[in-house]
């Protein structure tokens, strides 16, 4: 069984670091890239970025490119987001998604989601 | 990037009646070299995360129930639930994944009558 089990929700100030997790089992995860989506409360989705854990190749929508770090450990088919410095506007829910085989952004397993909540 | 828009926003539709979402973009997401439209939807209930319902714009994912339909091709595509259930009440998004970034409509709200 595909699952992505996400870190717990987080409640920083602004300024502070961040980093959630996406473990993932049940498939081969170096064959598969993985995303982050944003999701601002009662709001759409939002595309921020993939990774490929082979490699740890990343791609970024311009909208985060600089923003976040998106990366991945295949030692323990873990995939990371990472907030070096917060701001209230990052407040949001966040999940990791599997990418389907074939394309970059289409998501066919997801996360439950990691709350951050960023709050002076 | 690509701008998806669905319509409309909310609807309320009674128990066993039909339910139609509808997405357009702003440029086609039929690739011409496999004659596939990019275009997905997901099905989004509150407090779960966002589940592939249809990929290929009419290609439904295993175990997802015949009532929920794809339809369309190029700028213009179609949800359909052809008998409203009960379970079906969620929010309904449509995504390309022709380009960078794979852009969502805003999503359209489901509830019953």
């Known amino acids: 069984e595909v699952q992505l089990v996400q870190s717990g929700a987080e409640l920083k100030k602004p300024g502070e670091s961040l980093t959630i997790s996406c473990k993932v089992s049940?498939?081969?995860?170096?064959?598969?890239?993985v995303a982050w989506v944003r999701q601002v409360p009662r709001k759409g989705l939002e595309w921020m970025g993939i990774v490929y854990p082979r490699d740890s190749e990343t791609r970024y929508s311009a909208s985060f490119e600089g923003q976040v770090t998106i990366s991945a450990d295949k030692s323990i088919t873990t995939a990371y987001l990472q907030w070096s410095s917060l701001k209230a506007s990052d407040t949001a829910m966040y999940f990791c998604?599997?990418?389907?085989?074939?394309?970059?952004?289409?998501?066919?397993?997801w996360g439950q989601g990691t709350l951050v909540t960023v709050s002076s | 990037d690509i701008v998806m828009t669905q319509s409309p926003d909310s609807l309320a539709v009674s128990l066993g009646e039909r339910a139609t979402i509808n997405c357009k973009s702003s440029q086609t997401v039929l690739y011409t070299s496999n004659n596939k439209n990019h275009l997905g939807w997901y099905q989004q209930k509150p407090g779960q995360p966002p589940k592939l319902l249809i990929s290929w714009a009419s290609t439904r994912e295993s175990a997802v129930p015949d009532r929920f339909s794809g339809s369309g091709s190029g700028t213009d595509f179609t949800l359909t639930i052809s008998s409203l259930q009960a379970e079906d009440v969620a929010v309904y998004y449509c995504q390309q994944y022709f380009s960078t970034p794979g852009t969502f409509g805003q999503g359209t709200k489901v509830e019953i009558k």
């Open positions: 998604a599997r990418v389907s085989s074939g394309t970059y952004y289409l998501l066919d397993f």
């Open positions: 049940g498939y081969s995860f170096t064959n598969y890239w």
